[in-house]
Every structure is written in C-alpha cells, then in structure tokens.
C-alpha cells in the first residue's frame, strides 16, 4: 500500500566561486536578519511590554543589499524567529539566541512552480540557477523546500524537503524488544548484541589526537602573541579536527539509518525504553557510551520509519524496572541486589539465568506488547 510521506535528501553541492560568493552573501543576510529582528524585538519588549511584529521587507529600505538575496528565504527567517519565540513562550525555556558567523552557516527557501529543481548532476535555486552536485540517491515527488548548508570544513549541502510516496512493508509476525547496551550498542529480545561500529571507535581515537595537536597550536600562537585567525597552522588543523568530526556524524547516522531500517523491516512491533537521556549524561562514567551511541536519534529514525513502513514503535516508561525484574518469573531484585557492574545474575526465585542486558530487552518486549494490546483493545472499545 503506498503512503504519502515527507521525506529529507541530503545531497553534496559543489558551488563554483560566483556560487559560493552568493551562497556566502545568503548566510550573511539570513545571520544579520535574524540577529536585528531578534535584538529590536527585544529592545521593543523592554520599552514597550509588547511583542514587535517586524518584517524583513522593513528593513530592505536601510540595508539595500538585502536586495540580492532570495527574498523567500528572509521570510523563512521570520517564520523560524516566530517559531522559536513560540516555543519559548509555551514552555518557558530556550529563549532565541544570536546568531554567530560560521556556527551552522546556512538558509532555507521554498520551491514554488518550479524554482527550485533538480537535474541529474545539478540543483537548481533562485537566484543563482543550476549548482553542481552528487546525488546518492534518485529523487521523486515534489521538492517542497530547499536548504543549503556550509559545514565548518567548507563542503557544501544541499537538504531537500520532498513529498515521495513509499510502500508499507510487509508483516512478518515477528516483535522486538530492545535495550540500550553499555559495551554493546543495543541488545535485543532475541539475544542479538550489536556493537557500536569499530570503524567509530577508530574515527574517535583519530578526532582526539588531532584534536589534541589544534589545542598545541594554540598554545604556540598564544605564546607568540598571535590571532588564532592570524595563524596559519592553526586555521589548517581546525579544519583537520571539523573534518573528521563531519566523518564521524556521517559515518555514525549512515550506521543508525541502516539498522533502524532493518529492525523496521524484519519486526512488527520495535518496543524501546523511552530514556531521559538528560538526566543520565549527568553520570558522567555513563555519557561517553550514551552519547557516543547516539540513542535519541536513533529512536527518532525508528519512530518515523514505523509510521511510514506500517510498523509499530511502543516506548515503554522509563521508571519501569526492565533490568531488575527477572524476565522468567517476574521477580524483582533490590538496587543494591544489582549494582551497575554485575552484567549477569540468577534469579533467587526461578535459578533462571539472565544476562543483564537481554533479560532487560525480553522485559522490554513484554512490557511494549502489553502497552500495544491495552492501545489496540483502547481503540476498539471506543469505536
Ligand atoms: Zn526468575
């Protein structure tokens, strides 16, 4: 059954100079926009005790040059400063912050009948027409939006928002629960331990070493009292460490994209522990492995890929105990009984024996299916 979906393609642009000047100028406007908009309205908040509703078109008067750019995507500016004040208004937190040159350099427009376009080497934008590019994968359906992006190493992206059509997978009868390991990355119901990818743990030994020689280079343009934007050898390792940083994002959501779709694929029901990962990267012997594996992204992929597949992602309430309670008979240990070290224990009750973390998954599992049952009897009791 095909269904409607929207979904992000993300494809590497190779801007010749003419293109990257205008791509620049872009990032420079869509920055100054958002960093004036934002510090009059709160000059006008201070004065007046009122939201000012101000618009891009108000200020192309006085800043003539925002001119050349694309007018739309100015408006989408406005449209993410009003957002991100919404957000702030509604939950109280996180309150719109300045925009800083070179921190995720990038603008957004919209396609409108064809404005924005591909071909099959290039991606056509407004303003500025045909942009060399690579694409790993062949788009179909209707390009909504377009945002293009610098990444600190100076490659350049292009993201686009398309409306596509994919096919609900089959059913296979099968359901899995899952665990976050600590050495492994994730551990199944059905005793499958998949490891974080070595070629991470490599890419990270090779980010702090390089690292390590960026933090030497600022010692020596300090101790000769040069700029870090002086100094030649600095600027050429920072690229280095962004470099390989970009590798390791790339690499780590390349490995996250092809197992949750995977999972998706070989099971019907993906029961998963819904983790307050803020609350556990504050033990610190726990953040290296949890940010490392990338948990929350992981389960967002699973999330969206459930919907668009016709599959069924169940998160189970972090409070429940999945790794004390004995997933043979149900007993449950005290937290002294199961301190963190202890990676298998048998059951005082039933003599099963349970390996921390698959005994954690089966848990999962039966909890999340539970959880679908209620849902399902829920939904039919009330038609
Ligand atoms: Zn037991």
């Not at 398309?162 to 899952?178: D, F, W």
Request: charged share 25%; net charge positive; with cysteine.
């Amino acid at each position: 059954m095909p269904k409607q979906i929207l979904k992000a393609y993300k494809i590497r642009l190779y801007p010749n100079e003419e293109q990257q000047i205008f791509f620049a100028k872009s990032f420079g406007c869509t920055r100054f926009i958002w960093n004036r908009m934002l510090s009059d309205k709160i000059d006008h908040y201070n004065e007046h005790k009122t939201e000012l509703k101000n618009t891009p078109a108000q200020y192309k008067k006085e800043f003539e040059w925002l001119k050349e750019v694309d007018s739309l995507a100015l408006a989408n500016v406005q449209q993410n400063l009003r957002a991100a004040y919404s957000t702030f208004f509604k939950s109280g937190f996180g309150f719109p912050k300045f925009k800083k040159k070179g921190q995720r350099d990038s603008y957004t427009t919209n396609n409108q009948k064809g404005t924005v376009a591909v071909t099959n080497n290039t991606v056509k934008l407004p303003k500025i027409g045909h942009i060399n590019a690579k694409f790993p994968n062949k788009i179909n359906g209707l390009i909504k939006s377009a945002t293009i992006s610098k990444t600190p190493s100076g490659k350049y992206y292009a993201s686009l928002l398309v409306e596509t059509v994919v096919e609900v997978l089959p059913k296979t009868g099968s359901n899995i629960g899952l665990d976050l390991g600590l050495t492994d990355f994730i551990v199944l119901s059905d005793g499958t331990k998949v490891a974080n990818p070595k070629f991470l743990s490599k890419l990270q030994d090779r980010l702090t070493r390089e690292q390590k020689i960026l933090a030497k280079r600022t010692a020596v343009a300090k101790a000769d009292q040069r700029k870090l934007s002086d100094s030649r050898n600095y600027q050429k390792q920072k690229i280095k460490v962004a470099k390989v940083y970009e590798k390791i994002t790339n690499t780590r959501k390349d490995f996250l994209h092809k197992l949750s779709f995977n999972l998706i694929k070989n099971h019907d029901v993906i029961a998963v522990e819904d983790l307050n990962i803020k609350g556990m990267v504050k033990n610190k012997k726990l953040a290296k492995a949890i940010s490392d594996s990338s948990w929350s992204t992981f389960t967002t992929m699973l999330n969206y890929k459930a919907e668009w597949y016709g599959k069924a992602l169940i998160k189970v309430d972090r409070w429940y105990p999945s790794s004390k309670t004995c997933s043979g008979c149900g007993h449950l240990l005290t937290k002294a009984e199961l301190p963190l070290q202890v990676r298998s224990w048998s059951c005082p009750s039933c003599q099963q024996k349970n390996d921390r973390d698959i005994n954690a998954s089966i848990n999962i599992l039966n909890e999340g299916l539970k959880l679908a049952t209620l849902k399902t009897v829920g939904a039919t009791g009330l038609a």
